[in-house]
């Protein structure tokens, strides 16, 4: 079976910091795209930040959403079949709940195209 664990989340204080990880079991991350989304309390499901599939030529250069570009870094590890998105600076606007998702050979990470989700975890930045 296929499955995807984040873990990470809590109450973090405006300015702080989180690192969010998740473990992917049953597949290996090498074959997808692989990335971190969100969705705030009555809004839809959006990406926070992406590694393409590079046909196994290595990581590409990460995409990031521009509400988080320069606060947040998303890192893969092959041997451990993980990727952990550290975030910083954090603002009340990044309360979500955050969902890893991976789409097969994927180009890039949008909704409609992920083919398995996280169950997420639940991020709260509030003073």
């Known amino acids: 079976q296929l499955h995807l664990v984040e873990s990470g989340g809590g109450l973090v204080q405006p300015g702080g910091s989180l690192r969010l990880s998740c473990a992917a079991s049953?597949?290996?991350?090498?074959?997808?795209?692989v990335g971190w989304f969100r969705q705030a309390p009555g809004k839809r499901r959006e990406g926070v930040s992406c590694i393409n599939y590079n046909h196994g030529y290595g990581d590409r250069h990460p995409d990031y959403a521009d509400s988080v570009k320069g606060r947040v870094t998303i890192t893969k590890d092959n041997t451990k079949n993980t990727v952990s998105l550290q975030m910083d600076t954090l603002k009340p606007k990044d309360t979500a709940v955050y969902y890893c998702?991976?789409?097969?050979?994927?180009?890039?990470?949008?909704?409609?195209?992920?083919?398995?989700w996280g169950r997420g975890t639940k991020v709260t930045v509030s003073s």
């Open positions: 049953g597949f290996t991350l090498d074959d997808y795209a």
């Open positions: 998702g991976v789409i097969w050979r994927g180009a890039t990470c949008v909704v409609p195209s992920v083919d398995y």
